[in-house]
């Protein structure tokens, strides 16, 4: 058994939320999500949240673009965006961001298509694994489409 000399202090709420940041970018609600059960109010949350905001600790825009830069060469704009969503960002930013991505959707769904299976099939059933494959990570089906055709990135 632990004695009081031997405990722990407590950290505080701030102290919290800078030790989340120092890893790695939080969005907003992501950031209260995690620190709720540690508040005693949520009072306390939203003046921690808002001091974060002031210093400039804590910012949507960069969540955003660190979370797009770091997923976007495995998934496809549906795929982050419908994760981005969840995060309660605001859907101007998330246009602005994600439209960056447009015109390399292309090349980058070729990638994680050849990584994963490099070589085009006419088997019905293998076509069909690396459709569901690349659809199940975001990517638009025309593009899909033009890639297990046998389309290549210009």
Same mark, same amino acid.
């Given at each position: 058994?632990?004695?009081?000399?031997?405990?722990?202090?407590?950290?505080?709420?701030?102290?919290?939320?800078? @030790?989340?940041?120092?890893?790695?970018?939080?969005?907003?609600?992501?950031?209260?999500?995690?620190?709720?059960?540690?508040?005693?109010?949520?009072?306390?949350?939203?003046?921690?949240?808002?001091?974060?905001?002031?210093?400039?600790?804590?910012?949507?825009?960069?969540?955003?673009?660190?979370?797009?830069?770091? @997923?976007?060469?495995?998934?496809?704009?549906?795929?982050?965006?419908?994760?981005?969503?969840?995060?309660?960002?605001?859907?101007?930013?998330?246009?602005?961001?994600?439209?960056?991505? @447009?015109?390399?959707?292309?090349?980058?769904?070729?990638?994680?298509?050849?990584?994963?299976?490099?070589?085009?099939?006419?088997?019905?059933?293998?076509?069909?694994?690396?459709?569901?494959?690349?659809?199940?990570?975001?990517?638009?089906?025309?593009?899909?489409?033009?890639?297990?055709?046998? @389309?290549?990135?210009?």
């Amino acid at each position: 058994m632990l004695s009081d000399e031997n405990a722990r202090p407590k950290i505080s709420l701030i102290g919290r939320a800078i @030790k989340y940041l120092s890893n790695r970018e939080y969005s907003q609600f992501e950031l209260r999500k995690k620190l709720l059960p540690y508040a005693s109010s949520e009072e306390e949350l939203d003046a921690v949240i808002a001091k974060l905001l002031d210093k400039g600790y804590l910012s949507n825009e960069r969540f955003t673009q660190s979370f797009i830069s770091s @997923k976007s060469s495995k998934f496809g704009i549906r795929k982050l965006t419908h994760v981005l969503q969840q995060h309660q960002l605001a859907p101007e930013m998330l246009k602005v961001e994600l439209g960056k991505l @447009k015109e390399s959707e292309f090349q980058r769904c070729y990638e994680v298509w050849e990584k994963k299976f490099g070589m085009l099939t006419n088997e019905p059933n293998e076509l069909a694994k690396q459709i569901r494959f690349l659809a199940s990570r975001g990517f638009p089906q025309e593009v899909i489409m033009g890639i297990v055709r046998g @389309k290549h990135p210009n």
